[in-house]
């Protein structure tokens, strides 16, 4: 199947409004611009570092309208929720509104077996008239594991998938079967994507992009030409360690603050050594910020 899906797609971050759970639409379509201007591949809206799961269908609707009709950009749109039917409406009208793809995870919260997922893909496939990726995200909800994800996209109804569980013998089992039966294989495992991208990934769904969008495109380029990438890639894993050491996406929101990018307050306050963290977690990417700038744009 034929995609647009590919390269660096952010993993955008959705702006809220301060003293609410709506959704920022204005702040969420600077951010949108702001990516768009570092020549990333296409947005992706509402995954896990999009916050999904705090904000109403219709907010959720609005701003996927919204964007398409800003961005000439590829939209890859988060569809899930806790239930099928929220699912496919929401499915439904990202695809209505003109996204490339629709990304669904396994049913969250409540704990499912392998044959319930492998039930909830395939309806929600069979509903959804757009391309559809399966989203493996083991970190917040219950895994795809490989037999089952194998197994789904064997039947030939899905565009894809996104792992974001970073094991290498699945990613290889992935590329060897999307090879033979034409799938794209993203990874929102930002620090194994250099070695992922050398041996012909379709691209990366990317929190660290939402704020360096500049390092994953230049990981992303030189990659893909055969070219060293050690200095990026260390500074790249130097910043997910200190980010992942923060309740999510909690430090991602302090370094789009440092770049100028509002988001909002984080949805659940933090305590006060959490807090001072992440001040210390500001003064030290400010610092390093013009010298990984520049790095990705020499290199």
């Not at 565009?159 to 993203?186: C, M, R, T, Y």
């Not at 894993?237 to 770049?259: Q, T």
Request: overall charge negative; some cysteine.
């Amino acid at each position: 199947m034929p995609s647009k899906i590919h390269g660096v797609l952010p993993a955008a971050m959705t702006a809220r409004c301060e003293g609410s759970a709506n959704v920022d639409f204005a702040r969420s379509l600077e951010l949108y611009a702001f990516l768009e201007s570092h020549h990333v591949d296409g947005i992706t809206l509402f995954g896990s570092t999009g916050e999904f799961l705090h904000f109403t269908r219709e907010d959720r609707a609005r701003l996927v309208a919204l964007t398409a009709r800003q961005t000439r950009l590829p939209l890859l749109v988060n569809a899930s929720h806790s239930t099928l039917d929220g699912a496919v409406q929401i499915a439904c009208e990202a695809a209505d509104a003109g996204a490339a793809g629709v990304l669904i995870m396994p049913p969250y919260f409540f704990r499912y077996s392998q044959d319930d997922i492998r039930a909830f893909c395939l309806r929600f496939s069979e509903r959804v008239k757009a391309p559809v990726y399966l989203y493996n995200i083991p970190f917040f909800t219950a895994e795809l594991e490989l037999g089952t994800t194998l197994d789904l996209l064997s039947t030939g109804a899905f565009a894809g998938i996104k792992d974001s569980g970073g094991k290498w013998d699945h990613f290889e089992a992935l590329q060897s079967l999307g090879g033979k039966q034409g799938f794209s294989v993203l990874t929102g495992a930002d620090i194994p994507f250099s070695r992922m991208r050398r041996v012909g990934i379709t691209g990366a769904v990317s929190g660290a992009a939402s704020v360096l969008p500049e390092l994953m495109v230049a990981i992303d380029r030189r990659a893909g030409a055969g070219l060293d990438t050690t200095q990026l890639d260390a500074y790249l894993s130097d910043f997910l360690g200190r980010v992942m050491s923060f309740p999510f996406p909690s430090a991602l929101k302090i370094a789009g603050e440092v770049r100028g990018i509002k988001t909002g307050p984080n949805a659940v306050p933090l305590g006060p050594e959490t807090s001072r963290r992440l001040d210390e977690f500001r003064d030290w990417f400010r610092d390093l910020l013009p010298e990984i700038r520049k790095t990705a744009s020499e290199l």
